[in-house]
Structures are given as structure tokens and as C-alpha cells.
């Protein structure tokens, strides 16, 4: 969650002239996202979702509650960016449910597309990536810790990227 940019505003300007329905999609939440904490990981998170293999993520709860900021909702739109903070896509929220960390299963972790796709991977490294987020809230990370975990589908690729 950061500050829009003017290419991902113009490349949301393009997805609503290219979409029959852009009111509808003008009416919905739409914000930037990037995958991780880093430059690489933005670009390996943005290449994940535009092959197909990304199709979850996940933020800390407390994350939205800190920054007295709503919640995506099923029907969400979002322009991902890349690390360099390029937009690349546009994904629809198709699932959201918050969970606690230690009940997030198999099926998300693989549908998460990151390391190896198993839940003991995911589930170290979404903790050392949640705990450094925890500490820079001020809170300690739990096995409770309330997570928003959505499922997501690519509905924009820019025709002129090749993307």
C-alpha cells in the first residue's frame, strides 16, 4: 500500500478506456500494490502474478488498522507495480477472509506462488516478513496474528508492454 504514481495513474486511465464497463470500474476501490519489501521481490512478485503462478497475498490486519485505511473487498481492483514501481497489471480481488496467521492453509500457501509452494516454507518466510512489519507497528507478531488474505485474477495486461 503506497502513494499512486503518474504511470500507474495512466495506466489505470488506459485499463478504463480499454474495459466496456470503466464506470463500473471507476465506482470500484483500486490502489497500487507491490509484492514484498524490496525491489527484487517487487519484480519477482510482479513476474509471479503476470505468469499466472501468484494468484494470493497477504498483508497484516494491523497494517490497515494503523493507517485507519479500508480494507480491499471482493471486487477490488489494483494496479500492480514492479519494484521499480512500474505498473504491470491489474488484478481483481475474487476471495478475501481475515485469518489468523497459524490457520492459514496448504492451498493458500501454494496458491501464494512463492518459494517452494509448501505451507512449512510459507510459513517461515511469511514470518520473518511479518515480524519485521509487526516491529515497525509496534506490536509483536502471534500465531494470532490477524492476516487479510485474498485470492486475486489478472483482468489488465497493457497491450503495449507485452506484459
Not at 474495459?19 to 510482479?46: L, V, W
Not at 485505511?69 to 476471495?95: M, Y
Not at 490457520?103 to 500457501?109: E, L, N, P, S, Y
Not at 519485521?132 to 486475486?152: W, Y
Amino acid at each position: 500500500m503506497h502513494a499512486v504514481n503518474g504511470s500507474t495513474q495512466a495506466f489505470w486511465a488506459e485499463f478504463l478506456r480499454s474495459t466496456p464497463n470503466a464506470s463500473d470500474a471507476e465506482n470500484r476501490r483500486y490502489e497500487a500494490m507491490r509484492i514484498g519489501d524490496t525491489r527484487e521481490s517487487g519484480n519477482h512478485g510482479a513476474q509471479l502474478i503476470l505468469s499466472g503462478a501468484k494468484t494470493a497475498t497477504s498483508s497484516l490486519e494491523w497494517e490497515y488498522e494503523q493507517l485507519d485505511k479500508a480494507r480491499p473487498q471482493i471486487g477490488s481492483l489494483s494496479v500492480v507495480e514492479n519494484g521499480q514501481g512500474e505498473p504491470v497489471c491489474i488484478v481483481e480481488t475474487t476471495w478475501l477472509e481475515i485469518l489468523p496467521f497459524e490457520q492459514i492453509d496448504a492451498a493458500f500457501a501454494a496458491a501464494y506462488g512463492e518459494w517452494d509452494g509448501t505451507l512449512e516454507t510459507w510459513r517461515t518466510e511469511n514470518w520473518a516478513y511479518n515480524s519485521k512489519r509487526c516491529r515497525a507497528l509496534g506490536r509483536t507478531p502471534t500465531l494470532d496474528m490477524p492476516l487479510v488474505c485474498e485470492r486475486f485474477k489478472v483482468v489488465y495486461k497493457s497491450p503495449y508492454t507485452g506484459a
